[in-house]
């Protein structure tokens, strides 16, 4: 424990999961390797103790082998645990189980250090994928069980937005969503229509995903940003999908849908309606004074900021605040959607694409170096913060134990480094954000 991030923390939750083990129905034989991870993990993550402390078999998943985990096929692992139960509640069960396993295999390899942050966020990524298709595939028998089997295999896609879409998930990310399904081909039931039969899919899918059972729960899954919100309809068909941004989407919604992608179900019919849908999106801003672009870029930002990072400006907000990761999403989707700049097919990080700004003549070199490397900083941050204490935009207060954890984690010697670093940082990119939202002011002089 003494060797670990958290010495108190590691005993602490070492303890809780001893007493789960010991009030186990059924016995479990730890080794001494299980053990030292398990210290390991705890000491660095409140995350993942609480996890072990819930479910002590877990402690089997923590000394798989790094290259193991990093060849780990999740849809096969994820599908081959719900071939067998009978009954939505049972699949759920069983996928729970084995995603908790795989996340906790992710989590004791990157407490020891052994994953980089990209290599981390992929497999986060391809987790989330995995289990989108699962659920997918058990809302299909739900479907079955309560209607009718499907005559059809349903063409519906799973457009991701947000980390989903750029390739950047970390523990505790939404599934930024938008489903959609082919208008045009027959529905899968012939007596019901494409929206009766797609919405109860989704439905299915969502709570596959989201519901909570005794084994605990995947994710949150964010349907906002559908065609007219939370007001609009579960599913869109493709037609009007595509008609939605061509016609009535507000241009802040360009701005999310700059990252979609598809992620899982017919991938062929969601690539043609990602790329559909991107290309109206990059015409329509194209023809858009960029004045006007600037200044609704500016003023969603400024609302963000308003509303999520309030008045405690004791507190750094790393996603909220002024220099914080949402500047750098704001400034490098506004160039991205004012020059149509578009986002490569493999890489679609913020990172590539600052990366693609600056090779194309939008972002120059001193913005690029500040965004980039200001926005490094604070992702390593978010993800450690992510890792030890759980999901927070906030940062714990410069005394508190998890920040000092945070800055050891990340190679600082005193907690008062990283402070400086992280307010050096921000500030920089706020510079480089006001630099970018105000070039066309200063192009037009005004």
Not at 275 to 283: D, G, L, Q, T, V
Not at 315 to 334: P, S, T
Request: aromatic share 6%; proline share 2%.
């Amino acid at each position: 424990a003494d060797a670990s991030l958290n010495s108190h923390r590691a005993l602490s939750f070492a303890a809780r999961v001893a007493s789960s083990l010991d009030k186990a129905s059924e016995q479990e034989t730890v080794d001494e390797a299980e053990i030292e991870s398990l210290i390991r993990v705890c000491g660095a993550s409140e995350f993942f103790g609480e996890i072990i402390a819930a479910n002590p078999a877990l402690i089997h998943a923590l000394t798989a082998d790094a290259e193991v985990v990093r060849r780990r096929d999740y849809f096969r692992e994820l599908s081959a645990t719900v071939t067998t139960p009978e009954s939505f509640r049972a699949e759920l069960e069983a996928l729970r189980r084995t995603w908790f396993r795989l996340l906790v295999e992710i989590g004791a390899r990157d407490a020891a250090g052994e994953l980089e942050l990209r290599d981390l966020n992929q497999l986060l990524t391809e987790l989330a994928v995995a289990s989108i298709n699962v659920a997918l595939l058990i809302a299909q028998r739900e479907f079955a069980r309560r209607y009718e089997r499907l005559t059809a295999s349903p063409c519906l896609a799973v457009l991701g937005l947000g980390r989903l879409g750029s390739g950047g998930m970390d523990y505790g990310s939404d599934l930024d969503v938008v489903i959609v399904y082919d208008s045009v081909a027959p529905s899968p039931v012939a007596r019901l229509t494409h929206e009766e039969v797609y919405a109860r899919l989704a439905e299915f899918m969502t709570a596959a995903l989201s519901n909570i059972t005794r084994a605990g729960s995947l994710y949150r899954v964010d349907l906002r940003l559908r065609p007219d919100g939370q007001k609009g309809l579960l599913v869109t068909g493709s037609e009007a999908f595509i008609a939605y941004l061509q016609n009535r989407a507000d241009l802040w919604e360009w701005l999310a849908h700059v990252k979609l992608r598809a992620v899982a179900g017919d991938l062929e019919f969601g690539r043609t309606i990602e790329m559909a849908a991107r290309k109206s999106i990059h015409e329509m801003a194209h023809t858009t004074d960029p004045d006007r672009l600037g200044a609704e870029t500016r003023r969603v930002r400024d609302r963000l900021e308003k509303e999520k990072a309030g008045r405690r400006d004791a507190d750094l907000d790393i996603k909220y605040g002024a220099g914080g990761m949402l500047d750098v999403y704001f400034a490098a989707r506004y160039l991205q959607l004012r020059d149509n700049v578009q986002d490569d097919i493999d890489d679609r990080t913020t990172t590539a694409t600052l990366g693609r700004l600056r090779a194309t003549g939008s972002l120059n070199e001193a913005d690029f170096l500040a965004l980039a490397e200001g926005y490094a900083l604070l992702r390593a941050v978010d993800h450690q913060l992510r890792l030890i204490v759980g999901r927070s935009a906030r940062l714990p207060a410069l005394e508190h134990p998890a920040f000092r954890d945070i800055a050891r984690r990340l190679g600082y010697v005193a907690a008062a480094e990283l402070t400086k670093e992280l307010n050096l940082r921000m500030a920089g990119i706020r510079r480089a954000y006001e630099g970018i939202m105000g070039s066309e002011v200063d192009r037009n002089g005004n």
